[in-house]
């Protein structure tokens, strides 16, 4: 179903029509490809049950995955909005955002220091980007930028790539129902980040 590298904005989107936990059993086996058991053992369920969830996950979502079309002008404020808070250490704007399932997914490849499970629900998500953000996660360049086509964040430092956000709206497009963030190394070399700026 996923033809990119990446997972799209249109991807995300459609994940908002899933529970959490549809959403992370989706995600770590359709963006990752994790086999079953490995699931089981992170979400900390049978493998029978991921095998379901999985299931039921997929039917609630169409075949076609790139057709969803997203409230550009404000994933723009919201790209704006994380690049301030990012800077200035102050979440809170940010945080009220977001939905209270928000997931939020990290994808490092097990080769750059991430979360490794989904972190699911608004205080587990905003305690995680303060967390990180205390930490310097987000120091460098931060720019809104296209990624594969669509509106993202791109994190650099020293000129080179070391983070890509994307975020997918709820199904009213306005507030943050997922945050997809790749800092995996070998998917960065293939996202197609072109050099449009958003001012």
Same mark, same amino acid.
């Given at each position: 179903?996923?033809?990119?590298? /990446?997972? !799209?904005?249109?991807?995300? @989107?459609?994940?908002?029509?899933?529970?959490? =936990? #549809?959403?992370? &059993?989706? &995600?770590?086996? $359709?963006?990752? !490809?994790?086999? *079953?058991?490995? %699931?089981?053992?992170?979400?900390?369920? /049978?493998?029978?049950?991921c095998r379901?969830? *999985?299931?039921?996950?997929?039917?609630?979502?169409?075949?076609?995955?790139?057709? +969803?079309?997203?409230? /550009? #002008? +404000?994933?723009?404020?919201?790209?704006?909005?994380?690049?301030?808070?990012?800077? /200035?250490?102050?979440?809170?704007?940010?945080?009220?955002?977001?939905? #209270?399932?928000?997931?939020? @997914?990290?994808?490092?490849?097990?080769? =750059? %220091?991430?979360?490794?499970?989904?972190?699911?629900?608004?205080?587990?998500?905003?305690?995680?980007?303060?967390?990180?953000?205390?930490?310097?996660?987000? +120091?460098?360049?931060?720019?809104? &930028?296209?990624?594969n086509s669509?509106?993202?964040?791109?994190?650099?430092?020293?000129? +080179?790539?070391?983070?890509?956000?994307?975020?997918?709206?709820?199904?009213?497009?306005?507030?943050?129902?997922?945050?997809?963030? &790749?800092?995996?190394? $070998?998917?960065?070399?293939?996202?197609?980040?072109?050099?449009?700026?958003?001012?």
């Amino acid at each position: 179903m996923i033809k990119d590298e /990446t997972v !799209s904005y249109a991807f995300l @989107v459609l994940l908002g029509q899933l529970s959490p =936990v #549809e959403r992370a &059993v989706f &995600v770590l086996r $359709e963006a990752f !490809s994790y086999h *079953y058991g490995d %699931i089981a053992m992170l979400l900390e369920k /049978t493998e029978a049950n991921c095998r379901k969830i *999985y299931s039921r996950a997929k039917q609630k979502l169409p075949n076609d995955l790139h057709g +969803h079309t997203e409230n /550009t #002008e +404000h994933v723009d404020f919201l790209a704006k909005t994380f690049i301030e808070a990012s800077m /200035t250490g102050d979440f809170e704007d940010f945080i009220d955002i977001l939905t #209270e399932d928000v997931v939020l @997914v990290n994808d490092g490849g097990g080769r =750059v %220091i991430s979360a490794i499970y989904p972190i699911v629900n608004k205080q587990r998500v905003s305690a995680y980007l303060k967390g990180v953000s205390a930490r310097g996660s987000f +120091h460098g360049g931060l720019f809104p &930028v296209m990624v594969n086509s669509q509106k993202g964040i791109l994190q650099t430092r020293d000129g +080179h790539p070391v983070r890509v956000i994307c975020f997918a709206l709820d199904s009213k497009q306005k507030n943050i129902q997922s945050i997809y963030i &790749v800092s995996n190394p $070998e998917k960065l070399n293939h996202i197609a980040v072109s050099a449009y700026r958003i001012d």
